[in-house]
């Protein structure tokens, strides 16, 4: 049993990752109708820059704080440079502008800082939760941080005006032009808040991962899983899609014979593929009617 | 916002071009052809094996095409098809001592039974959520092959080597010679094959399904049993790839068959042109050089660069070799008038 408390509780911790991630997702999904291809590698850059400010010995919540800008002004900069020309460009195309952008950041961020291995910081410290032998402080802290910005997030798109006009622009740009909304650059801001979102959790897992070019693939991918899970057009869903996902893959990892570490992504995939041939829209997705 | 139900008149998933034939003219072709024959016989083995290797990807994309441009469907998992195939034949030919060309036609009717089984869940699945779940079949694949009770099958992580055919009946041919004379000569077989294939009444119901779904069943087509077939087909078209690929390399490992190879061919057929069969090679030829085009500007920076040019492609021919072809086209009309 103690066993099982613990795997779940561990779950949620990694969860609350794959839920920021599913998030980051979900925003750009909702701005542009995308899967954005490279955000783990956006958030793996961001990740390097606070490690550098850090070595350049900013205190680590100042580094924070500057990465979160940075991450928002660059989201910004991606979608006005890159991908707003692409608006009209079929989907394979926007795809294929994603995977370029993976490939750029990547290798830029190897050329930068090379792909050894680096120790990145926790800010809670790696001591036993409350003396529990459960979860450790970090744990504990990246579910806190994600809890925190969910809240955040909540009140921003119901109670703001910008919010407001943020879901209003996502759901029908037409009707949103008309009422004076500026639907392209709320777009932009979608993707600025992605990026800056993204950027928490790379900063969050870092320190679980540790810090390489590469460290994001199957975060990514659990992200993804994560968002589909819960549903693409919720955001909700995807917070519930990340922690489902985070629990999920541990305990198959753990009770699952024969599964171990090299199984447990295709087995967490396969377990959201038997859920979208149930639900093809997710857990938590509007149900779209097609008409002719 | 959750369960609110909304309506959409959703976009084809494929863009139109101009509407053109999705082959070269004769004239083209036969010129194409003419220089696929020749070109081996003025050129060193190791550029004749990476002509083979075009053949080879440009069979795969073709593939794809077949299943995107189309029937309408994503894929992002035709790696797994493609390490299936090579499978098959590297098991067949060294565990069972089957002749190589025998592998081949083996090897597509497994991946068309995959492919078509593979098909059936994906039915309800559209657009980016298909997209994931062929993503999950393309990250499974190479753990699959890994597993420990098809070791003694598949060679576990050290793989399989398989060895390399001799041109038969004597012929005065280096071995890299003879096998891309016969991979040029599979590669027109499915080329033709899908060429009529696109063009028969199924061809037309695939069309018809990208174009509008639910038009598409209004009119009496079967849209399970032809999205389905256009998966089987596919698949069966990428595993002979993947054969010939083993065959070509005398190797197959698990970690050949990454997510890298099935974003490589999704690139080449973004770069080739979606629905524009004879694209299927130009985007090959973009997804084996530029990488190595890539690789002499700048080493560190070869993703990058790579990058850096596929971006230039797409801003600058968003529909890709087939854009550049009709613009070719219309400057030829033009001269021919003046």
């Known amino acids: 049993m103690e066993l099982f408390t613990n795997q779940v509780l561990a779950g949620i911790a990694t969860g609350a990752i794959y839920a920021c991630m599913a998030l980051a997702v979900v925003m750009i999904y909702q701005a542009i109708d995308h899967l954005n291809f490279a955000q ?50 079929p989907v394979l195309t926007n795809v294929a502008g994603f995977i370029a952008l993976f490939a750029i950041i990547n290798s830029s961020a190897g050329l930068i800082w090379d792909f050894t291995i ?12 409350l003396g529990s032998q459960l979860i450790s402080t970090h744990q504990a802290g990246m579910i806190g941080v994600t809890v925190l910005l969910l809240l ?38 979608g993707w600025g808040m992605a990026t800056a979102i993204g950027s928490i959790a790379g900063m969050l897992i870092a320190p679980v991962v540790f810090l390489e070019p590469n460290m994001m693939g199957g975060v990514l991918i659990y992200g993804f899983a994560a968002a589909v899970l819960g549903g693409l057009t919720s955001p909700f869903g995807a917070v519930v899609g990340g922690f489902l996902v985070g629990i999920f893959e541990n305990l198959a990892g753990t009770y699952i014979p024969g599964v171990g570490n090299e199984l447990k992504l295709p087995i967490a995939l396969a377990l959201i593929i038997s859920v979208l041939v149930v639900k093809p829209a997710g857990l938590f997705g509007r149900h779209i009617v097609k008409r002719v | 916002m959750s369960a609110a139900e909304e309506v959409v008149t959703e976009a084809p998933a494929i863009e139109a071009v101009p509407k053109r034939a999705m082959t070269l003219g004769t004239g083209t072709s036969l010129v194409v052809l003419a220089a696929l024959l020749i070109a081996p016989v003025f050129v ?30 994503f894929s992002l998992g035709q790696s797994a098809f493609y390490a299936v195939g090579a499978y098959t034949t590297a098991v067949l030919m060294e565990h069972f001592n089957v002749n190589y060309a025998l592998t081949l036609p083996i090897a597509g009717v497994v991946c068309f039974a995959f492919g078509f089984l593979f ?37 576990g992580v050290q793989g399989l080597v398989v060895t390399k055919p001799d041109a038969p009946f004597g012929l005065p041919m280096s071995q890299d010679m003879w096998l891309y004379y016969f991979t040029l000569v599979v590669v027109i077989a499915i080329y033709i094959f899908s060429v009529n294939l696109l063009r028969s009444r199924s061809g037309r119901a695939f069309m018809a399904i990208r174009d509008n779904e639910i038009a598409a069943s209004a009119m009496g087509v079967d849209v399970a049993l032809y999205k389905t077939l256009a998966f089987g087909v596919s698949a069966a078209i990428t595993g002979i790839a993947g054969s010939l ?43 084996i050089f530029v990488p190595n085009i890539a690789e002499g500007i700048s080493k560190g920076l070869s993703g990058a660069v790579f990058g850096v040019l596929l971006f230039l492609v797409i801003y600058l021919v968003p529909h890709g070799a087939r854009q550049v072809a009709i613009m070719g086209q219309q400057l030829a009309g033009r001269l021919r008038k003046n």
């Open chain 2, 245 to 287: 690929g083993a065959i070509a390399v005398q190797f197959v490992a698990p970690d050949s068959y990454t997510i890298t190879l099935a974003i490589s061919l999704f690139l080449g057929m973004v770069v080739g042109g979606v629905g524009w069969l004879p694209g299927s090679i130009v985007g090959a030829a973009f997804i």
């Open chain 1, 40 to 89: 783990g590698e956006m958030a793996m850059f961001s990740t390097f820059i606070s490690w550098q400010l850090m070595q350049w010995g900013v205190p680590y919540w100042a580094a924070f704080v500057i990465t979160l800008a940075f991450s928002f002004v660059a989201g910004i900069a991606i979608e006005r440079i890159l991908f707003k020309p692409l608006t009209k460009a």
């Open chain 1, 152 to 189: 955040g997030l909540y009140f921003f798109f119901q109670y703001t005006r910008i919010g407001l006009a943020m879901r209003a622009a996502a759901s029908v740009p037409e009707s949103a032009r008309l009422v004076g909304i500026n639907t392209s650059w709320m777009i932009a801001l």
């Open chain 2, 44 to 73: 060193k083995n190791f550029i004749i094996f990476q002509m083979t290797m075009l053949l080879i990807y440009g069979l795969a994309v073709l593939a794809l095409n077949i299943l995107t441009g189309g029937s309408g469907q």
């Open chain 2, 119 to 155: 098909g059936q869940p994906a039915l309800r699945l559209s657009g980016v959520y298909l997209a994931l779940a062929t993503f999950a079949l393309a990250t499974a694949m190479p753990q699959l092959l890994k597993l420990n009770f098809l070791e003694h099958w598949t060679g």
């Open chain 1, 118 to 129: 680096k120790q990145y910081p926790t800010p809670f410290g790696s001591a036993p939760f």
